[in-house]
């Protein structure tokens, strides 16, 4: 199925424990992004990737590590999660052009660092 | 990228027309303007967008001023499922490809 996906969609970890969130989206976008948004708060960008093999920090970079090896992908890892890193984790992967622009959003990834 | 300012909550009866507001003063001339959306739970979703002129599409109406410094999105007839946090975002078009999501304004749509 087109689209982006998330895995998994819910996960509960200890704190101190490696965890990875992954994201494949199938249209080929160069864009990719990673937010997080804790309860009653909006959106914040942790890291993005410009294509394959680059990526940037976002607002909200430390604790966390990206790689993209591979354009459809995107995984997120949380080298030694912490229980400020509860939240729910967004992926998205960017459509533009001269007069367009659209990130479309993976469903989330409710994770919780007990 | 400009810092906009929205209202934290509105209420709107359903089958009328939801008028969002958004001030970004501080706009320059070469940044967009762009609404999301967000659905309980969901991954926010592209709404619109503009520069200058008025636009509009299937989901909505996005009229911003002439001296650019508020915009407003028009959802026509709304319905229950509009019930969401909208955020208005403005970016530069050729600036780094990311978005900054304020606090949005949540939006209720009453039967």
């Known amino acids: 199925d087109a689209g982006i996906t998330q895995s998994p969609r819910y996960k509960i970890t200890e704190t101190g424990r490696q965890v990875t969130l992954m994201c494949h989206q199938t249209w080929s976008h160069s864009y990719m992004f990673w937010y997080r948004q804790d309860l009653g708060h909006g959106l914040r960008l942790i890291y993005y990737?410009?294509?394959?093999?680059?990526?940037d920090k976002g607002e909200v970079p430390d604790g966390y590590v990206v790689s993209r090896s591979k354009t459809e992908n995107f995984p997120l890892t949380l080298e030694s999660a912490t229980r400020s890193q509860t939240s729910v984790y967004f992926c998205a992967s960017l459509a533009f052009s001269s007069d367009s622009y659209e990130q479309y959003f993976g469903p989330g990834t409710r994770l919780t660092v007990t | 990228d400009a810092k906009t300012t929205q209202p934290t909550s509105m209420d709107c009866a359903e089958g009328r027309a939801a008028n969002l507001p958004c001030n970004h003063s501080t706009i320059s001339g070469n940044e967009y303007v762009y609404w999301y959306r967000q659905i309980h739970s969901q991954g926010p979703q592209y709404i619109i967008h503009?520069?200058?002129n008025n636009e509009t599409n299937e989901m909505a109406s996005l009229i911003i001023t002439e001296d650019r410094k508020s915009s407003t999105l028009i959802l026509p007839h709304a319905t229950l499922r509009d019930t969401a946090v909208y955020y208005c975002i403005v970016r530069v078009a050729q600036g780094a490809q990311k978005l900054v999501f304020g606090q949005g304004t949540r939006l209720t749509i009453n039967p």
């Open positions: 503009g520069l200058k």
């Open positions: 990737s410009a294509a394959a093999d680059i990526t």
